[in-house]
T-cell receptor, first 113, second 112 residues
Framework: DAMVIQNPRYQVTQFGKPVTLSCSQT?????MYWYQQKSSQAPKLLFH???????NEADTPDNFQSRRPNTSFCFLDIRSPGLGDAAMYLC????????????FGDGTRLSIL | AQTVTQSQPEMSVQEAETVTLSCTYD???????LFWYKQPPSRQMILVIR??????QNATENRFSVNFQKAAKSFSLKISDSQLGDAAMYFC?????????FGGGTRLMVKP
């Protein structure tokens, strides 16, 4: 049973056209993360939510925003995608501080035309 | 800042043989977790094995085991009886609090 669900699996957008990626979880975990992973590289953390508290990584571009309307859902908004934003975007969850490993979704592969 | 280093970008193993993937990390903390994740091509990242830093005993999950050397800050993964399905990218990761830091990954190829 999928516990972290990302939609869509593949997303194509045009250069500069806003796009939203979604993630939902059935684990009732407190923490939700968004990672960007480019080909053959390690995932890079963009930001995370601990409940409603938003934590942005210092080098995350301003182009990237996130929303978490409730425990189950978290969205990644890319306001004006550039060619360099083409990547796999991974959503992950964990129970909280020092508790449990992170569970990952299948990812959304974003292509920019 | 914590760093995680995987010094082997690629490794190759013959089916049914044993292979060890290396990982070192840098931290000043004493309480943390270490993980190995497997990411097959175009597939979901999944947890292979985890180790709590306060436990001296090395974690084992079936064919997967770790050699955790806390003083040396080393956390290697041993895969015994390698199978074709083990072929994937393997990421070592360090977790302290909410933050998970990944190594650069090791691509494991399994030869039939």
């Amino acid at each position: 049973d999928a516990m972290v669900i990302q939609n869509p699996r593949y997303q194509v957008t045009q250069f500069g056209k806003p796009v939203t990626l979604s993630c939902s979880q059935t684990l009732n975990h407190n923490v939700m993360y968004w990672y960007q992973q480019k080909s053959s590289q390690a995932p890079k953390l963009l930001f995370h939510y601990y409940d409603k508290d938003f934590n942005n990584e210092a080098d995350t571009p301003d182009n990237f925003q996130s929303r978490r309307p409730n425990t189950s859902f978290c969205f990644l908004d890319i306001r004006s995608p550039g060619l360099g934003d083409a990547a796999m975007y991974l959503c992950a969850t964990s129970r909280g501080v020092g508790q449990g490993p992170q569970h990952f979704g299948d990812g959304t592969r974003l292509s920019i035309l | 800042a914590q760093t995680v280093t995987q010094s082997q970008p690629e490794m190759s193993v013959q089916e049914a043989e044993t292979v060890t993937l290396s990982c070192t990390y840098d931290t000043s903390e004493s309480d943390y977790y270490l993980f190995w994740y497997k990411q097959p091509p175009s597939r979901q990242m999944i947890l292979v094995i985890r180790q709590e830093a306060y436990k001296q005993q090395n974690a084992t999950e079936n064919r997967f085991s770790v050699n955790f050397q806390k003083a040396a800050k080393s956390f290697s993964l041993k895969i015994s009886d390698s199978q074709l399905g083990d072929a994937a990218m393997y990421f070592c990761a360090y977790k302290q609090g909410n933050m998970l830091t990944f190594g650069g990954g090791t691509r494991l190829m399994v030869k039939p």
